[in-house]
Structures are given as structure tokens and as C-alpha cells.
């Protein structure tokens, strides 16, 4: 099934709005993060938000869920 994941920061900057996964959902969050890491769409310290929630590795994406990618941001 393909599920959009939402992209922030300086991963937008680098590859768009988002990007289109083709995953069996139900799915762990550590799966997704796996597919994305192979395809270079990753900064280390990145955490994946499921319905605008920070996930864990184990827990369980469903369709319908709103999946984003916030990388590590810093400000002063």
C-alpha cells in the first residue's frame, strides 16, 4: 500500500513536502524508518510523528495515520 510521510526541515529543503512509501500496513515505525533510512531520506536524530505524536520504534502505523519526519532542529 502506499502511504504518504510528511517531511520538516531541512529534509523538505532537501527532498520535497514528502515522500511516497510503499508499506503493509499495519506497520512498526522502526520498519518505516529502516525503508527510509536506505533511501537517504534520514538525518541522524530524526523522529518519526505519528498523528502528530512521536512514535517509538515498535509502535504500529495504520491506514488513515498521518506519518511525518521532524529532524533535529536547533534555534536561539
Same mark, same amino acid.
Given at each position: 500500500? !502506499? ?6 526541515? @531541512?529534509? !523538505? @529543503?532537501?527532498? /520535497? *513536502?514528502?515522500? %511516497? ?9 522502526? #520498519?518505516?524508518?529502516?525503508?527510509? !533510512? +536506505?533511501? /537517504? %531520506?534520514?538525518? +541522524?536524530?530524526? !523522529? %518519526? ?14 491506514? /488513515? #495515520? *498521518? %506519518? ?5 532542529? @536547533?534555534? /536561539?
Amino acid at each position: 500500500m !502506499r502511504t504518504s510521510v510528511r517531511l520538516f526541515a @531541512s529534509l !523538505r @529543503s532537501r527532498f /520535497g *513536502e514528502e515522500t %511516497i512509501l510503499e508499506v503493509e500496513l499495519p506497520a512498526a515505525v522502526g #520498519d518505516l524508518e529502516a525503508d527510509l !533510512r +536506505e533511501r /537517504g %531520506i534520514w538525518t +541522524e536524530g530524526a !523522529r %518519526i510523528a505519528v498523528n502528530h505524536r512521536f512514535a517509538s520504534s515498535g509502535d504500529r502505523v495504520n491506514q /488513515g #495515520d *498521518e %506519518i511525518a519526519v521532524v529532524p533535529p532542529v @536547533s534555534g /536561539g
